[in-house]
């Protein structure tokens, strides 16, 4: 057997003997040391085992976003899906996606396909889950200000365009995020870091928006 490769300081190196009894854990990674993109608590662990306690905990809150363009905002939506442990990630038009963006975390989160925006909001009735376009149209309601729901799927648009025609009418609801510079909209990864954000300070933290 060949010698395991010289740790270079990322992630941990290899574990000291003698190694952990735990079924959880990789014997590659013990072995060769683990430089993933994974909090400690998951340092060593195989990939199944990491996906199966995740699978524990998850939040119930969905992000959808439309991809028509191979819009390459979809990877840091799914990473920070990730950070906030939604439930599933829903990528609405062209199954093919970036992935460089989301550094591996795709693999710890679920994602899945929809043809379009009527197709999902089918998908969400049957689930009971109302869908939430986010998106500064006339008459949104502000995110600031909005009662979230616990279990619901909040949708972004592709860059640039928005939400689609479609998605506008399936929706059940638009939120807006507060803006004050001179740009109409913000990075569609942005946004949908905020109000994946806003849902977990309502529901996480009990911090209840203000009426404007």
């Known amino acids: 057997m060949s010698d395991p490769p010289e740790f270079d300081g990322v ?6 003997g003698p190694w952990p009894d735990d079924p959880r854990l990789d014997p590659e990674l013990l072995e060769h040391g683990d430089r993933r993109n994974v909090v ?3 340092r060593y662990w195989r990939l199944e085992a990491i996906v199966a306690d995740l699978d524990e905990r998850r939040h119930p809150f969905h992000v959808a976003i439309e991809n028509f363009s191979h819009d390459f905002n979809i990877g840091s939506v799914v990473r920070t899906a990730n ?9 609405v038009g062209r199954r093919r996606w970036n992935r460089r ?3 591996v975390t795709d693999r710890y989160q679920h994602v899945r396909h929809h043809e379009s925006a009527d197709d999902l909001a089918s998908w969400a009735a049957d ?4 869908l939430i376009g986010i998106d500064n149209l006339s008459g949104a309601v502000p995110l600031e200000t909005a009662d979230l729901p616990e279990a ?3 949708l972004f648009g592709q860059e640039g365009e928005g939400l689609s025609e479609q998605a506008r009418q ?3 609801g638009v939120l807006s ?3 004050y510079g001179s740009t109409r909209s913000i990075n569609a990864g942005a946004a949908a870091a905020i109000a994946m954000h806003a849902w977990i300070r309502q529901h996480r933290f009990g911090q209840t928006p203000r009426p404007s």
């Open 11 to 16: 992630g941990v190196g290899p574990h000291p």
């Open 40 to 42: 400690d608590a998951y």
């Open 83 to 91: 950070a906030f442990l939604a439930r599933e990630v829903h990528i």
């Open 101 to 103: 963006g989301a550094m």
């Open 127 to 130: 689930q009971g889950l109302p």
């Open 152 to 154: 619901c799927v909040l």
């Open 170 to 172: 399936a929706v059940t």
């Open 177 to 179: 995020i507060a803006q």
